[in-house]
């Protein structure tokens, strides 16, 4: 939602939209327009707060995909150092997948995805509890990540991307993704042992 700017500042502001799996959100900043250029938010706690974001989040990271086609994930970490997850495209597209794996859940074992862009300035949120993943959809595609709690590669896990359980919709097919190294041998889901 593009705005003009105006002469007194301002508070930042999100609108939210709750995706298909409870724990999973679209969120989209207010953008400033001024003689310059534009002005949008990334981060406010406040702000977030107002839209059902509660988490703090303690560590940022830019990722960069060379091209088209590249696959990260799913991950998830487990206690104490599950993370939330706040996504922004700072270029190209991203399409972003998020799977439940809260045991004892409703919706155990559902993906939510979504699209989000550069353009669009899309930012997706998913709650501790969810297993991230993601496929770059441009060339030179960056992506800033934020989580809610320091990497810790002792608790990291993975799932197979490509889980026919889990009947996600990647962009791309198995023959012409190039899967990050980490992540080429992950579980299926029905194999994990460590679990939220």
């Not at 900043?29 to 989040?57: C, I, K």
């Not at 399409?95 to 669009?120: C, K, L, P």
């Amino acid at each position: 939602m593009m705005e003009p700017a105006s002469s007194h500042s301002r508070s930042a502001m999100f609108h939210a939209t709750p995706l298909a799996i409870p724990g999973l959100l679209l969120i989209r900043p207010d953008t400033v327009m001024d003689q310059q250029g534009w002005t949008s938010a990334v981060y406010n706690e406040t702000a977030l707060g107002a839209v059902g974001v509660h988490d703090r989040f303690v560590d940022d990271r830019i990722i960069y995909a060379d091209k088209s086609g590249n696959v990260r994930g799913l991950r998830y970490q487990l206690a104490p150092a599950s993370q939330a997850t706040l996504l922004r495209v700072l270029h190209g597209r991203l399409f972003v997948v998020a799977v439940d794996v809260r045991r004892g859940s409703s919706t155990f074992g559902r993906a939510g995805t979504a699209t989000i862009s550069y353009m669009g300035s899309e930012q997706f949120y998913a709650m501790p509890g969810f297993a991230v993943g993601w496929c770059s959809l441009d060339t030179a595609t960056q992506i800033l990540l934020k989580t809610s709690a320091d990497t810790s590669p002792e608790l990291m896990r993975g799932i197979a991307w490509d889980d026919p359980a889990l009947k996600i919709e990647w962009p791309v097919s198995p023959e012409v993704a190039e899967v990050m190294i980490a992540d080429t041998d992950q579980p299926l889901l029905a194999g994990q042992q460590d679990l939220l």
